[in-house]
């Protein structure tokens, strides 16, 4: 098991050089499978009721199919991804693109340690690495309108406004704190589409997450301020009813690009190939 | 089985740093000149200005620099905001004046192409201290995020959006941000004059 010691073991210099050759291969294999461990999920044309429009918006916003992964990133991932791009090392990250709490809970600059288990969502990173770590895997953090279009289905049916099993699982967590060690990803109860942990685990950025328009101090959201946001005043909550969607943007429009916090995480989409879509 | 995937890829990388090449996906990360740690041309994203050419925000690097996300066909408060940019040149003493650099870069990626900015330089006379950029959607996303400005496009075409005015250093380092339409000229002035030494 440890392939280290074969390293340094004394062996004829060519036999070297092939286990060498060998170990980095499987390295590379393992490093790939890691990186597609992830399974994606095709989540089909739909449309978006957006929390928040102005009056002269139509009610819903159209989405194409795309691909979503099945889970959030979790911390073995980033963890190579890390090793593979060193500025975004929480010792070398720019105070531009991540606060001081970034991968704090990780005991060093590529180990996790136990309060971040390797199979756990990875938290405390700001959407500039997340956006960072997705474009290095070939992604792209999913939209607004696809996240939330993602995040409709029910666990039986494709809309799960109504699915009371999810909602009663939903509000749950909400009323529950934050663990100090949170659990594995992809374990959560696969909704209509397969997709895992929308919702129950963690928190997760989106592409545009600054496109919530509301300021994030109540007294101002209800009318907001045309000074400080041009054609804003428009912008209105349509449906309080929902709670949960009512929390994301919320939380959205409070965060900066470089925040981090121990409930944040995210997982990547993908374009579908243009051939697939049908 | 996860660790055991983990020791590799350390594995991995450990063998890299010796002499290995990195695998494709990760394209290296060098850092030419290395811009300050606060710096926001650490961005490496590349613009279209309005004559066609392509520019990266570190080309700026050296000069005081105002910097305003717009779009053109705004009716409301983008016409504003260069005529608040014009005001703030206007208070600047000339040495500050003529080094000065005020940046407009579109939100609006479908409609403000480098023609229509151009355009749009024409109409409102701008002259060769300002520079017009259009984005591609990440760009211009990761610009606004970068300088804490939220927009979002309605379904009329028009987008809402902050207004904040940014003032940036020669090494491209967030000094001053003028937050709304009203008040604060002369400290954003003042900053850039500040900024220029």
Redesign the interface.
């Known amino acids: 098991?440890n392939?280290?010691s074969l390293l340094v073991h004394p062996l004829p210099s060519r036999l070297r050089l092939r286990l060498?050759a060998l170990?980095?291969a499987?390295?590379?294999t393992?490093?790939?499978?890691?990186?597609e461990a992830v399974r994606m999920v095709t989540i089909p044309a739909g449309s978006y009721v957006p929390l928040q429009?102005?009056e002269?918006?139509?009610p819903t916003v159209p989405v194409a199919a795309f691909l979503l992964d099945e889970r959030p990133v979790t911390n073995?991932e980033f963890?190579?991804f890390v090793?593979?791009?060193?500025?975004w090392r929480r010792s070398q990250v720019?105070?531009?693109?991540a606060d001081s709490s970034y991968l704090g809970q990780w005991v060093g600059d590529?180990d996790p340690g136990p309060g971040a288990p390797?199979?756990s969502p990875v938290v405390q990173v700001s959407?500039?690495a997340a956006?960072a770590y997705a474009h290095?895997?070939?992604k792209?953090l999913p939209t607004t309108a696809e996240w939330e279009l993602a995040a409709s289905a029910g666990y039986t049916r494709p809309d799960g406004r109504n699915d009371d099993e999810l909602n009663r699982d939903l509000y749950a967590w909400l009323a529950r704190p934050v663990p100090a060690v949170l659990p594995a990803a992809g374990r959560g109860r696969p909704d209509y589409h397969g997709v895992r942990d929308l919702h129950g685990l963690v928190w997760e950025w989106v592409?545009?997450f600054?496109?919530?328009?509301v300021t994030g101090e109540s007294r101002a959201d209800s009318g907001l301020?045309r000074?400080?946001?041009?054609?804003?005043g428009?912008?209105g909550a349509k449906d309080t009813t929902d709670y949960a969607a009512f929390m994301r943007g919320a939380l959205r429009?409070s965060l900066?690009?470089k925040n981090t916090t121990t409930s944040l995480g995210f997982r990547c989409a993908r374009d579908l190939p243009p051939a697939a879509g049908r | 089985m996860k660790p055991h995937l983990l020791t590799l890829a350390l594995l991995l990388s450990a063998i890299a740093a010796r002499g290995g090449d990195a695998p494709a996906c990760c394209h290296a990360e060098q850092a030419p000149a290395a811009f300050t740690k606060n710096s926001i041309y650490q961005l490496d994203a590349t613009f279209t200005d309005d004559s066609g050419h392509a520019f990266t925000l570190g080309e700026l690097r050296g000069r005081p620099v105002v910097i305003n996300l717009f779009f053109a066909s705004c009716g409301y408060a983008c016409p504003l905001l260069v005529t608040n940019m014009q005001a703030i040149r206007g208070q600047l003493p000339p040495a500050v004046r003529d080094r000065a650099v005020f940046v407009l870069v579109s939100f609006d990626v479908a409609r403000d192409t480098p023609a229509a900015l151009a355009r749009y330089r024409a109409q409102r006379q701008l002259d060769g201290q300002w520079k017009l950029l259009h984005g591609d959607d990440a760009a211009v996303r990761e610009l606004a995020a970068l300088l804490g400005v939220k927009y979002k496009q309605e379904a009329d075409g028009a987008f809402s959006h902050s207004n904040i005015l940014t003032i940036l250093n020669p090494e491209g380092e967030i000094v001053h941000q003028r937050i709304g339409l009203q008040g604060g000229l002369e400290a954003a002035a003042a900053a850039l004059v500040t900024a220029a030494h």
Do not use: Y
């Not at chain 1, 090793?83 to 500025?87: D, G, L, R």
């Not at chain 1, 720019?94 to 693109?97: M, W």
């Not at chain 1, 000074?227 to 804003?232: D, I, Q, R, S, T």
């Open positions: 098991m392939h280290q060498a170990i980095v499987l390295a590379v393992a490093a790939t499978a890691g990186a429009r102005s002269k918006d139509a073995a963890v190579a090793t593979a791009v060193p500025k720019s105070p531009l693109f590529l390797p199979d959407w500039f956006r290095w895997v070939g792209r592409e545009d600054n496109s919530a328009m301020d000074n400080l946001f041009c054609g804003a428009a912008v429009s900066n690009a």
